[in-house]
């Protein structure tokens, strides 16, 4: 020490006390009372310097402290968050620990039952936060409620706002009489208590602190052990003997332990049984998304478990489920009649049903049954599954229905049609049933698909398997084997053969008639008709394949014949349509090989039987076969589509045989030339006509073409077009075999035409036949009406001539005259 400052002023310290009696208080007369006071006084006095007491609540003293405004403060437990902004003493002047103080009434005995307790803690108080951390670490939930003085705390548990309170067990032991408290027996923490100064102030006092504890421990007869006597009763080294306050250590690390030991394992079974509760919660979603229905019961009936799709199919609350009997509900409703036989059974098996809902709704189910032996073998019961299998059922049917129908009319296929026929004439053969198959094929609808577009195609198909299935009866099959061809299969007629073809014939000219009828498709109409081959059976054969190919050899043949007709199937048809077949494939050859050939029959004029033109007929001769006419090979070429190749190269051999005899006479000369209706269908015929005729530029009345009433009259809108076209061009038009068709005369009036050619059948029977002369009679006054030239169609006599002179037919044609020969032959008096 500056032995100058022995005789100077002693320097004040100003010290900060609190009440933690009895440690520091206030007394009665309000001066600084307790143990450590005293203590203190007693350092000041030896160190010769005099104390400025300081007294307030102890958070305050915290702020005081932090700001210097005091330069000590007494009776502070240690921090590390306390020692960042206080240095503490050396040596502490006693130890204390946390306790609870409880009201003399509770029954709070440990740590557990303050879970949902509120406790009142000083604040910023170092037990307060030691007990926080307790509970914590056991998971005992309580409120907190802070005050700032030991005082106001003891006073809360005694008005009864909290249910304890937190202090050390000195301060603890000094209020508990005052406050009639019970000291509990949750203890926790002991710690020892320091004076402390402001981090880094001036440690002379702290040094002359901890210089006289240091003595006075030493020394039991000191003053430090003289004022613990008087302020505690204790008159050990310290306030507690070691070997208790080690017991007690002991102790308390030994019911930690234990408690964390029981801490953790309440933990764990916790944590198992939140797992287990977990897991239960997940296995009930997923029974549940399961979209199947899945419900187990014991053998009275009782459901033990069932998922939503089973609650929802039997019409049961999930909730309720287990106060169900599912006896007692499958008997409750109709809808679950099925389910009943399989339920009651006693043997686990796999079997496909149908199955009506609560609400009624159709649901096929594979359904298992499995039995269950039940926990411990001691509640057997079934586990049933009842997987919905309604999607895969409708996809299944889909499909099936997708394999024997047609696409575009939903009528039955080839597929389809071959299983009924398989069936119709397994019954035929077993009840002597007789039956007939139709095969029924459009007319020329590959020209309306190639001309019209396929759209328009499919409209037709569509609407002529409407047609069909509105004329058929109910039994009949219609079935579409593809593109234009229909069957119709009648299974049941009459026992006799020919009876029963009678009344095949019946319903294919019904149908043919029904075909006929205009059909209109985007604003326009079509009229269609249909080749119909017709087998019976078994009087044509009794296997389906064989009959589907005979009645299409018959329809082959009805086409063949013209189209538009119905023909039966015969014996030597095969042979004939196999010849007709090799025909087609010879025809292909033919253009190339030069095969076909054209000649020409002149027309001459009435008044001067002069050749004012030709008509140009084809000729085919056949390597094997030699010459076939053109009523034999063109309605090949026809269904073979090489009519247009054909029918082009005709054109053109004409426009070159007009240029010719243009070059070598003077006299006007016209060529005649056939149109089939294929021609007239196709959609560039115009543009090549109109090519043909500008690159030989031949003049255009010289190029006649005839057509027949039949394609003026079945193609009416597109005829119409393409005859003001031809006249555009200056082309000439003649009607062909006139008198053999419908004869509209009021059709043909409308339509710029140039001749009519009265067809031979008429001609061969004048003048002797009175039918036919009436007939020639009526055509050539109609036509002089109508300004139309006549030209008479195979003059064999001269008594025709004279007959048609007389009643001015201006053109004759015919044999009497020259028969259709190659050009360099025709006789040349009819030349000029
Ligand atoms: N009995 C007899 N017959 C006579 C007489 N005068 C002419 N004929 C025959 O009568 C037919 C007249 O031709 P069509 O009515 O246009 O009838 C033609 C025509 O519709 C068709 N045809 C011929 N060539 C062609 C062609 O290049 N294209 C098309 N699309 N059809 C053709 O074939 C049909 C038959 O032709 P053809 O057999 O050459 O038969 C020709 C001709 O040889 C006669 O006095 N007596």
New binding site residues.
């Given amino acids: 020490q500056n032995p100058d400052s022995l005789n100077a002023d002693p320097p004040d310290v100003r010290v900060g006390y609190f009440d933690t009696h009895p440690l520091s208080f206030r007394n009665s007369n309000g001066d600084p009372d307790g143990l450590i006071i005293d203590l203190l006084n007693e350092v000041a006095a030896t160190g010769n310097m005099k104390i400025q007491w300081v007294y307030d609540e102890f958070p305050n003293h915290i702020n005081n402290i932090k700001s210097g405004r005091i330069d000590v403060l007494v009776s502070v437990a240690y921090s590390e968050e306390r020692a960042r902004y206080m240095d503490y003493s050396a040596l502490n002047f006693t130890n204390v620990w946390g306790q609870v103080f409880l009201p003399a009434n509770s029954d709070i005995e440990s740590l557990f039952d303050l879970n949902n307790k509120s406790i009142a803690l000083l604040e910023n108080g170092i037990n307060g936060q030691n007990f926080l951390q307790q509970c914590e670490l056991f998971e005992v939930n309580c409120q907190a409620v802070y005050a700032n003085s030991y005082h106001k705390i003891f006073t809360m548990v005694d008005n009864g706002e909290v249910d304890a309170a937190v202090s050390n067990n000195m301060v603890g032991a000094e209020f508990q009489d005052q406050y009639d408290l019970l000291a509990s027996s949750i203890v926790f923490n002991p710690f020892k208590v320091y004076i402390t100064k402001p981090l880094g102030a001036d440690p002379v006092f702290l040094n002359l602190y901890d210089q006289r504890m240091r003595l006075w421990k030493d020394d039991p007869e000191s003053f430090y052990y003289q004022t613990r006597m008087k302020w505690t009763h204790q008159n050990q080294h310290d306030t507690i003997p070691y070997w208790i306050l080690y017991t007690i250590l002991g102790l308390f690390v030994f019911a930690l332990i234990a408690i964390i030991a029981a801490v953790l394992f309440k933990r764990q079974v916790n944590r198992r049984v939140n797992e287990l509760s977990q897991r239960e919660i997940q296995l009930n979603q997923i029974i549940n998304i399961v979209p199947h229905m899945i419900y187990a019961n014991d053998y009275q009936g009782r459901f033990i478990l069932a998922n939503d799709f089973a609650c929802d199919f039997f019409g049961i609350e999930n909730k309720q489920v287990e106060k169900e009997n599912i006896y007692a509900i499958l008997k409750s409703s109709p809808n679950f009649q099925n389910l009943i036989a399989y339920t009651t059974s006693s043997n686990p098996f796999n079997t496909e049903i149908e199955a009506r809902n609560s609400r009624g709704e159709q649901i096929s189910l594979m359904m298992s049954k499995v039995p269950y032996s039940g926990r411990n073998d001691k509640e057997p019961a079934v586990v049933t599954v009842g997987v919905d299998i309604s999607q895969t059922k409708q996809y299944e049917e889909e499909i099936e229905y997708l394999a024997n129908h047609d696409a575009l009319t939903g009528l039955p296929n080839r597929l389809l049609l071959s299983d009924r026929l398989k069936s119709s004439l397994a019954r035929a053969e077993q009840f002597k049933h007789v039956g007939a198959i139709l095969y029924i094929d459009l007319d020329n609808f590959k020209n309306i698909n190639d001309s019209q577009g396929h759209k328009v195609g499919d409209k037709l198909i569509k609407k002529v398997a409407i047609m069909l299935k509105k004329s058929a009866t109910p039994g009949d099959t219609i079935a579409r084997l593809g593109g234009d061809e229909f069957v119709i299969e009648i299974p049941e007629l009459d026992q006799d053969i020919n009876k029963a073809e009678q009344q095949a014939l019946l319903v294919a000219e019904k149908l043919s008639t029904q075909l006929k009828k205009p059909i209109i498709i985007e604003d326009k109409q079509y009229n269609i008709t249909a080749s119909i081959g017709v087998v019976v059976y078994p009087r044509d054969g009794n296997r389906q394949s064989l009959l589907i190919q005979r009645a299409d050899t018959a329809m082959y043949e009805a086409k063949f014949n013209g189209r538009n007709r119905i023909q039966v199937f015969e014996k030597g048809l095969e042979a004939k349509v196999k010849k007709q077949h090799q025909l087609e494939n010879d025809l292909r050859l033919a253009l190339q090989n030069k095969e076909i050939v054209?000649?020409y029959?002149p027309i001459v004029a009435a008044d001067s039987l002069k050749m004012v033109g030709t008509?140009?007929?084809?000729?085919w001769h056949h390597p094997v076969r030699g010459t076939i006419?053109?009523?034999d090979f063109?309605p090949i070429?026809?269904s073979a589509q090489l009519?247009l190749e054909?029918?082009y190269w005709?054109i053109e051999k004409a426009c070159q045989q007009i240029l010719t005899w243009r070059e070598t006479t003077d006299q006007p000369f016209f060529v005649?030339?056939?149109?089939?209706v294929i021609?007239f269908r196709d959609r560039e015929f115009l543009g090549r006509i109109t090519d043909l005729v500008n690159k030989y530029n031949i003049p255009r009345n010289y190029l006649e073409f005839?057509v027949?009433e039949s394609i003026l009259l079945n193609e009416s809108v597109r005829s119409m077009e393409v005859i003001n076209q031809l006249k555009m061009l200056g082309i000439k038009l003649s009607i062909?075999?006139f008198g053999t068709g419908y004869s509209s005369f009021d059709y043909i009036r409308k339509l710029p035409l140039d001749k009519i050619?009265i067809?031979?059948s008429f001609?061969?029977d004048i003048p002797s036949d009175n039918n036919s002369v009436t007939i020639v009679k009526t055509i050539l006054n109609m036509a002089h009406e109508m300004n139309l030239q006549v030209v008479a169609?195979?003059?064999?006599n001269k008594e025709q001539m004279e007959f048609l002179r007389e009643h001015q037919c201006q053109f004759f044609?015919?044999?009497?005259f020259s028969?259709?020969k190659e050009v360099n032959k025709i006789p040349k008096k009819f030349r000029f």
Avoid: F
């Avoid at 005649?672 to 089939?676: E, F, H, K, Q």
């Fill in positions: 054209m000649v029959q008509e140009i007929l084809l000729r006419m053109p009523t063109i070429a026809e009519i054909i029918g005709t005649a030339i056939n149109l089939s021609q005839e027949t062909d075999d050619k067809d031979k001609i061969e169609e195979g003059v064999e044609q015919g044999y009497l028969k259709p």
